[in-house]
């Protein structure tokens, strides 16, 4: 298998388009992580039922965010996408989240060539309650192991999403 990090770039980010890698599909529990050192995706764990993923979860490519690990996404899309797939996505903002006291964000995107909703989601505006799932669902999917241990800190636009994502790139160059 492929090491992403190495033959994928992460995408036209000043033009507002990321390439993320696909980890766990929506609506699973198995939580796959990909490990960058055996170039291959694991199953770390598998999840109780309620705590299934609200959507697409994966990477971008040439990231390392603040946690040492590659920057995540969330990925909005009409269907479930499998493990390992990759795609072109436009940004459309980002949550800002921890995880036992280190920052690891989300940038959420939607796939850049959706002719099925003709391409409506432009901003975290147009997604309505869907945040508030996602907020839900990051605070809470680890209070059965250790409670308190996520917190969504708040939300940030295309810009905002941007700069950390180029932020993340640098630190990767620098590993």
Known sequence: MPDFNKVLAPGDIDGGMVNTVIEISEGSRLKIEWDRERASFMLDRVEPRIFAKP?????????????????DTLVICPEPLPTGVWLEAK?????????????????????????????????????????????????????????????????????????????????????
């Open 55 to 71: 959507c697409n979860y994966g990477f971008i490519p040439g990231t390392l965010d603040q946690d040492g690990d590659e920057l």
């Open 91 to 175: 940004i459309i903002g980002v949550m800002k989240f921890e995880d036992d006291g280190e920052v690891d964000d989300k940038i959420v995107c939607v796939p850049a060539d959706n002719r099925d909703d003709d391409n409506a989601i432009q901003s975290l505006s147009d997604v309505g309650r869907l945040v508030e799932q996602f907020e839900h669902h990051f605070s809470h999917y680890k209070d059965l192991k250790k409670p308190g241990s996520t917190k969504v800190l708040g939300w940030g636009d295309v810009a905002e999403a941007q700069q950390i994502i180029h932020e993340c790139i640098e630190r990767y160059k620098t590993q």
